[in-house]
């Protein structure tokens, strides 16, 4: 307590001196080193002395009190009364922020709920667009390799037919040679007419379909807005 009382009398810009005086224009305690120089420009100063006998710690030149008072409650007790309306204030903006922390603590469980909603839900449709693509994709391989068998097994066929005609005409008559033809004929007729179904049937079931990703996608983001819609 000494130690606090000893620094309300002492100057605060220069140590060695005690204040004496406070400058109504700047409402600052001063010693007579500082009414020398920093304020020497000023032109209303009042006496502690002065003002502690009229019992008003305020400095206002134009609304000076005009009763004398000795009691320290009766000088004091207007800053205690302000000091209590800003403490009152200050515990008003205390809960406030309290408030205002526990609102954000509650918004940012909710956010990280959703996040992870969010993320669970791309990690789902990831997993199905990934096993639907595979099977596409299987299912393309296992169907060209049922075409590459049955074309190489028509080629071998070709082949033999092809022999026999080679032969035929070698050792046949012209007559054997003319039936053989036609017979042959007509298989590559069958064999062009399919070929052109082989063809259109490869096509068709080795195409992949394609996976509507902006579909998913769409449907993340909705389901994302409904998440952050929730109050």
Do not use: W
């Not at 204040?19 to 409402?27: I, P, R």
């Not at 009190?65 to 309306?85: A, F, W």
């Not at 509650?106 to 669970?120: G, I, T």
């Not at 033809?181 to 063809?199: A, H, I, S």
Request: aromatic content about 4%; some cysteine.
């Amino acid at each position: 307590m000494r130690k606090i009382l000893r620094e309300l009398l002492t100057c605060s810009k220069h140590t060695s001196e005690c204040v004496a005086f406070v400058c109504c224009e700047h409402n600052e305690v001063l010693c007579n080193m500082c009414s020398m120089t920093e304020h020497r420009k000023c032109e209303s100063f009042e006496t502690i002395e002065k003002l502690v006998r009229r019992g008003n710690p305020e400095v206002n030149s134009d609304a000076v009190k005009d009763r004398v008072s000795t009691d320290k409650d009766d000088i004091g007790q207007p800053t205690l009364n302000k000091l209590d309306v800003v403490l009152g204030k200050m515990e008003n903006c205390k809960e406030y922020v309290k408030l205002q922390k526990n609102e954000l603590e509650l918004e940012e469980k909710r956010k990280k709920e959703c996040l992870n909603s969010v993320q669970q839900l791309l990690e789902e449709l990831f997993s199905v667009l990934e096993k639907q693509t595979l099977a596409q994709l299987n299912y393309a391989l296992e169907t060209i390799n049922t075409l590459d068998n049955n074309i190489a097994t028509t080629v071998r066929t070709l082949k033999t037919k092809q022999t026999i005609l080679s032969d035929i005409g070698k050792y046949a008559q012209n007559t054997h040679v003319f039936l053989q033809c036609c017979k042959l004929n007509d298989f590559l007729k069958k064999m062009e007419d399919g070929v052109t179904t082989y063809g259109a049937v490869a096509k068709s079931k080795t195409k992949m379909p394609a996976v509507s990703v902006e579909g998913l996608m769409n449907e993340t983001v909705d389901h994302f807005s409904k998440l952050l819609s929730l109050k």
